[in-house]
Nanobody, 121 residues
Framework: EVQLVESGGGLVQPGGSLKLSCVVS????????MAWVRQRPGKGLELVSH????????YFGESMKGRVIISRDNAKRTVYLEMNSLKSEDTAVYYC??????????????WGPGTKVTVSS
C-alpha cells in the first residue's frame, strides 16, 4: 500500500521558519520525483516545490520562490520542505505528492493527508 505521511506543521509567527517532512512507503521512492503542494483557505491547489528522483532537478512555484528549500533523502524515504520568512498568506495545508515520473513534473498520482501550517502572531 502506498503511503505518504507529512509532519512538521503547526503554528509559527510571521518571519519564522518551519521544516516539513514526508515519509513514504509502498513504492520505490528513489524511482520517482516528489513535490510539495499547498492549499490555502478558500483557494485551489498550488505547487510549492518539486524535486526529481536524484535531487538534480528542482522547481519552485512563484509564491514561495527564494523562501523554501526542498530536499530528499532516498535512504530514509523522506522528502523535506524547509520554509523561511513565513508570511500570513503562507497559511495552508501542505501536501506531499508523488509524481508519475522521475524528473520534471508529469502529474501527481499519490498524496498524503496533509499537514496544516498556520502563520500568525
Amino acid at each position: 500500500e502506498v503511503q505518504l505521511v507529512e509532519s512538521g506543521g503547526g503554528l509559527v509567527q510571521p518571519g519564522g521558519s518551519l521544516k516539513l517532512s514526508c515519509v513514504v512507503s509502498g513504492f520505490a521512492f528513489d524511482n520517482y520525483a516528489m513535490a510539495w503542494v499547498r492549499q490555502r483557505p478558500g483557494k485551489g491547489l498550488e505547487l510549492v516545490s518539486h524535486i526529481s528522483w536524484d535531487s538534480g532537478v528542482k522547481y519552485f512555484g512563484e509564491s514561495m520562490k527564494g523562501r523554501v528549500i526542498i530536499s530528499r533523502d532516498n535512504a530514509k524515504r523522506t522528502v523535506y520542505l524547509e520554509m523561511n520568512s513565513l508570511k500570513s498568506e503562507d497559511t495552508a495545508v501542505y501536501y506531499c505528492a508523488k509524481d508519475q515520473s522521475v524528473g520534471l513534473p508529469e502529474g501527481y498520482d499519490r498524496w498524503g493527508p496533509g499537514t496544516k501550517v498556520t502563520v500568525s502572531s
